[in-house]
């Protein structure tokens, strides 16, 4: 069955970094656009970041964009988020999700598969 695991989660202070890791089995790996999302408390879930297939293409939310990079390696079927210059508001779980392809990946809803989240805590 399709699996995907984030790893790299913690507290950190503001102004720090964090790296986070999704490896995916299960799936043709170089088949599924990939996704970042996130959750705070009493929020509902929010796009983050997304990247294509070949990794050629890239799109952020503007809450992000300029401090988190997406990447992923299709030989290793592992997608990443660097997460550079921390703010508080950043908290949040954080999910990994597959949208086979490319359209869908802009849309929620067009995902297939998440992971589990792992919890990105930045103190002030």
């Known amino acids: 069955q399709v699996q995907l695991v984030e790893s790299g989660g913690g507290l950190v202070q503001a102004g720090g970094s964090l790296r986070l890791s999704c490896a995916a089995s299960g799936l043709t790996f170089s088949s599924y656009a990939m996704g970042w999302f996130r959750q705070a408390p009493g929020k509902e879930r929010e796009f983050v970041a997304t990247i294509n297939t070949s990794g050629g293409s890239t799109a952020y939310a503007d809450s992000v964009k300029g401090r988190f990079t997406i990447s992923r390696d299709n030989a290793k079927n592992t997608v990443y988020l660097q997460m550079n210059s921390l703010k508080p508001e950043d908290t949040a779980v954080y999910y990994c999700?597959?949208?086979?392809?490319?359209?869908?990946?802009?849309?929620?809803?067009?995902?297939?598969?998440w992971g589990q989240g792992t919890q990105v805590t930045v103190s002030s």
């Open positions: 999700a597959a949208c086979w392809g490319n359209s869908g990946r802009y849309d929620l809803s067009q995902y297939s598969y």
